[in-house]
């Protein structure tokens, strides 16, 4: 009985989670959209984070995507994984994996005319407190920290 109880409960937990927070780009975009802004550079170790705007591609189709100053890039919002067709590449495959408090972002380009250069770059953003983000990429490491600022 012990262990049906733990089970459920355990069920309940995970089924709150689940309900609570941003699981595809339906709920994320209005999300982002309270974070738009200015951001200053709370902590860094990398020159490619610096103070920052963060902003939709285009703010008339929040879809196509946001950045945060000129170097952190996130294309294309999309449900799930999508795998497109790029010149000199043989496909490019993006996966975006939507969380309550952010976005974790993917990419795997494959050139046709020699695997050894194919590769994966790993980016996220996750928002910490309502005014504060942290920026992270894989290769080469990059984590920054940044705090909203008035505009």
Do not use: W
Request: aromatic fraction near 10%; glycine fraction near 6%; include cysteine.
């Amino acid at each position: 009985m012990k262990f049906f109880t733990l089970v459920l409960l355990t069920i309940s937990l995970f089924s709150c989670y689940a309900v609570a927070g941003p699981s595809n780009k339906t709920r994320f975009i209005p999300l982002l959209q309270t974070k738009l802004g200015n951001y200053e550079v709370t902590s860094s170790n990398s020159g490619l984070c610096t103070n920052s705007r963060l902003q939709f591609n285009n703010p008339e189709d929040p879809e196509q995507g946001f950045s945060l100053g000129k170097e952190i890039l996130f294309n294309s919002l999309h449900n799930g994984t999508r795998t497109i067709e790029k010149p000199n590449y043989c496909f490019i495959t993006s996966s975006l994996k939507y969380k309550t408090d952010g976005l974790e972002n993917s990419l795997r380009m494959s050139r046709c005319d020699n695997p050894i250069h194919e590769g994966t770059i790993k980016q996220s953003i996750t928002f910490l407190t309502s005014n504060t983000l942290k920026y992270t990429l894989d290769n080469p490491s990059v984590e920054c920290e940044f705090i909203k600022v008035a505009d």
